[in-house]
């Protein structure tokens, strides 16, 4: 899998400097991430982008930080007012001390980072600044093996990546999509305590699979 992806960094480089507006925001949370936002005080959304879900519907903490590794979004984030502090930084080396926060929400995240060891630092770092009984919302992509939008777009050998690349050819990034027992092993040790699949919005304006799950830490 680790070979299938080796383009993983130009695809961090890529979202480092894209431009606040061409970073899409398509993936709609439901209720239960309203609920979640409304029973905590201490939030951080992971990968915030400009849109900073957070800050939306059912926002009731006190403190809501936004983490990126866009520097532009994340001024544009904070010309909006929103009260949700930008942090600059990468998801898998949070510059905040353990047990910290009272949820994390990573939405569009996973799908954008195409390497499983990358993911699996990421949600190590969650887990060290998810304070006991924390919640981690993961709002994503599914990947689905019967979408006939795969099996155009993607590559026969690797049907779970979608490899863009510019005019030149040359690869601009890569998104893949993880399966369900890929996200179960990616967050075994926490609880699972919802896990519902939905239908989520590419980039291109594809309807996918896609889900919204919450695991707690013990
Ligand atoms: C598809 S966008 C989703 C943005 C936002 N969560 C939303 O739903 O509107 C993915 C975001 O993750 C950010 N990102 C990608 N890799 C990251 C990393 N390793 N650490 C922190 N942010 C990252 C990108 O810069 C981009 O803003």
Redo the contacts with the bound molecule.
């Keep these: 899998m680790e070979k299938q992806v080796e383009n993983g960094d130009v695809?961090?480089r890529y979202?480092?400097k894209?431009d606040f507006s061409q970073?899409?925001?398509?993936?709609s949370p439901s209720g239960k991430c309203r609920e979640l936002l409304e029973s905590s005080q201490c939030v951080l959304?992971?990968?915030?982008?400009?849109?900073?879900?957070s800050a939306g519907p059912g926002r009731n903490a006190r403190t809501t930080v936004g983490?990126?590794?866009?520097a532009n979004?994340l001024r544009h984030l904070a010309t909006r007012d929103l009260n949700v502090f930008p942090v600059l930084?990468?998801?898998?080396m949070l510059p905040f001390r353990a047990q910290t926060f009272d949820a994390v929400?990573?939405?569009?995240?996973m799908?954008?980072?195409p390497r499983y060891s990358?993911v699996e630092r990421?949600v190590c770092e969650v887990r060290r600044v998810l304070r006991p009984g924390g919640a981690l919302y993961v709002?994503d992509f599914l990947f689905d093996p019967n979408s006939p939008t795969y099996r155009s777009r993607y590559r026969p050998e690797d049907p779970q990546t979608l490899y863009a690349a510019d005019e030149a050819g040359r690869p601009l990034y890569l998104a893949r999509h993880w399966t369900e027992e890929e996200l179960f092993s990616l967050t075994q040790g926490m609880r699972k305590e919802s896990f519902e699949v939905s239908t989520a919005s590419s980039?291109s304006g594809n309807k996918l699979q896609g889900f919204e799950a919450i695991f707690r830490q013990p």
């Design positions: 695809t961090q979202w480092a894209q970073i899409p925001g398509t993936f959304d992971l990968g915030c982008g400009a849109r900073a879900l983490v990126d590794i866009n979004a930084a990468e998801a898998s929400l990573i939405v569009a995240l799908t954008v980072v990358d990421i709002g980039r």
